[in-house]
């Protein structure tokens, strides 16, 4: 009995600590309330959040994706037409986010951004074009690596008189990149 108590009490206490996590919010800034970037610790046993860093100085990082081998986050930085797409390098265990570099968006108002072990790719709302980057061995981005500019509207007009791409997504399998357009209502593939 002692043995299987004290095996009990150790799978639970792994099954516990596993239960933390790394939250990273991204926020506008522009109202001078937020800071930038804030990575926490969440226990998704109890819910309980604890502040662990901040990255200050991101203008209005309002989207935030995580590398696939975790060791870099990207944010769009959402400023009208002049929009740009930050890369940092993360440290998951003390919440570390450190600035990498940032390239023009080649579109107004990313609103996401996501990536394989290769490229960066971010949607630009207002101007329904999708950026395609590099991204090299450190996590940080290359130049542009081509622009895809979506045209057309749907049959909204007070909303869908251009496009207005919304999200990029690779599909589980990796072979395909999706993109939905809201001003188009359309996906493409």
């Known amino acids: 009995m002692k043995r299987f108590t004290f095996l009990a009490a150790m799978l639970l206490g792994t099954q516990l600590q596993a239960q933390n996590y790394n939250l990273l919010i991204g926020t506008y800034t522009n109202s001078g309330k937020s800071e930038g970037i804030y990575v926490y610790n969440f226990n998704a046993v109890t819910g309980a959040l604890k502040a662990k860093s901040v990255a200050k100085g991101v203008s209005n990082p309002s989207f935030l994706s995580i590398a696939p081998n975790k060791k870099s986050v990207y944010a769009v930085n959402e400023s009208g037409a002049a929009s740009t797409t930050s890369s940092f390098a993360f440290d998951a265990a003390s919440g570390k986010l450190s600035f990498l570099n940032k390239k023009e968006s080649e ?83």
Do not use: W
Not at 149 to 158: E, L, V
Not at 159 to 187: N, W
């Open 107 to 189: 579109g107004a108002d990313p609103c996401y951004v996501t990536s394989d072990a290769a490229h960066v790719i971010v949607a630009n709302y207002s101007s329904g074009s999708i950026v395609v980057y590099g991204r090299l061995s450190d996590g940080s981005l290359t130049a542009p690596k081509q622009v895809i500019q979506h045209t057309g509207k749907s049959i909204d007009p007070t909303r869908q008189t251009s496009a207005h791409a919304h999200m990029v997504q690779f599909t589980p399998d990796k072979k395909y990149l999706i993109c939905t357009d809201l001003g188009e209502d359309l996906l493409y593939v």
